[in-house]
């Protein structure tokens, strides 16, 4: 009796450890972000066929300054702040002419776009929030069905960038331009500070960037 006992209790301890190192290991390769919810709102035909044109169109990425100096100038200010959270020169690199390019072409600030990211996903590409918002920018699946097509993925880069960036332009178009506004309805809590000021104080602290005079 003490021996199957003993077997018994060794099975259900080697069942539990099992179980835990399982989720260490999830954990350890899936980033839980706890975002807010986007309220999915129905969309008038003219404004679904502009979001659709917005985000089927995938030009390449580039630098859009006034000149090379100021792209690169750009680029390596930005890249060393980044380098901590994403190591890889070449990828660091390539992830910020997307966020250039990105947030340039939707009319944002690729500064408030960065601080948005750090934010929602702590610039973490697998990211993925209890509510099903997914990738850098946090999008939630409900927008793939409304102004994509099925076979898009949105931890790919630059679709999630594409996708971040159009809704918060269509936010900001439904709120007249109001920054604060804006940001509560990509985060679903419209009308509570917390986000916005969350966003903006990320911008301001970690992002803002002046160009220097040549």
């Known amino acids: 009796m003490f021996n199957h006992n003993l077997l018994k209790f060794l099975h259900q301890l080697l069942t539990k450890v099992s179980q835990t190192l ?3 290991g999830l954990l ?7 975002a807010g919810s986007q309220k999915e709102e129905p969309l008038s035909n003219s404004v679904k066929s502009m979001l659709q044109k917005s985000i089927a169109d995938l030009g ?11 792209g690169t100038a750009w680029l390596n200010e930005m890249s060393k702040r980044l380098e901590r959270r994403l190591p890889d020169a070449t990828y660091r690199q390539d992830f910020l002419r997307s966020v250039l390019y ?5 009319g944002l600030d690729p500064q408030l ?12 590409k697998y990211a993925f929030s209890s509510v099903g918002a997914r990738g850098y920018m946090q999008v939630m699946p409900f927008w793939v069905r409304s102004i994509g097509t099925p076979e898009q993925n949105l931890f790919h880069l630059r679709l999630n960038l594409r996708y971040g960036c159009t809704i918060l332009r269509h936010y900001l178009d439904i709120e007249h331009g109001d920054l604060y506004r804006a940001l509560g309805r990509y985060n679903g809590s ?12 990320a ?5 803002d960037y002046t160009p220097k005079t040549i």
Request: charged share 20%; with cysteine; net charge positive.
């Open 22 to 24: 399982l989720l260490i």
């Open 28 to 34: 350890a390769t899936t980033s839980i972000c706890q």
């Open 60 to 70: 390449a990425p580039k630098l859009i300054f006034a000149n090379e100096t100021e």
């Open 102 to 106: 990105e947030a340039t072409r939707a």
């Open 113 to 124: 776009v960065l601080g948005l990211i750090q934010v929602e996903s702590g610039f973490k």
């Open 190 to 201: 419209l009308g509570k500070p917390q986000y916005p000021n969350l966003v903006v104080g």
């Open 203 to 207: 911008w301001r602290k970690h992002w």
